[in-house]
């Protein structure tokens, strides 16, 4: 006598597709731990980024606030440097 399908429960067919339906099942859970694990990693980096943001502004302004106040001696021009030389060679 054959095996009916009613008396065991499962045909071999049946068994294939829950299978695959698990194996289906367990993929999506995986896919959605390792996009979790990515969101969080994504928000650390972001929030790191933006420290390192207003560290960087906040230097930049502290640099502009020093330049102003303490300005670089201004360069001699190419008139002014010929001055010199003249005065220079009419007191010898």
Excluded: C, H, W, Y
């Excluded at 067919?13 to 999506?28: L, N």
């Excluded at 990693?41 to 606030?65: P, V, W």
């Amino acid at each position: 006598m054959a095996s009916n399908p009613r008396t065991t429960g499962f045909s071999a067919s049946e068994t294939a597709a829950d299978k695959k339906q698990r194996v289906a099942a367990e993929g999506r859970k995986e896919g959605q731990k390792a996009l979790a694990q990515f969101e969080v990693e994504a928000n650390a980096i972001r929030k790191n980024m933006a420290r390192l943001r207003e560290l960087r502004l906040a230097k930049e302004a502290e640099d502009r606030a020093a330049e102003l106040a303490n300005p670089p001696p201004a360069k001699a021009t190419k008139a002014a440097a010929g001055k010199k030389r003249s005065a220079a060679t009419k007191q010898s």
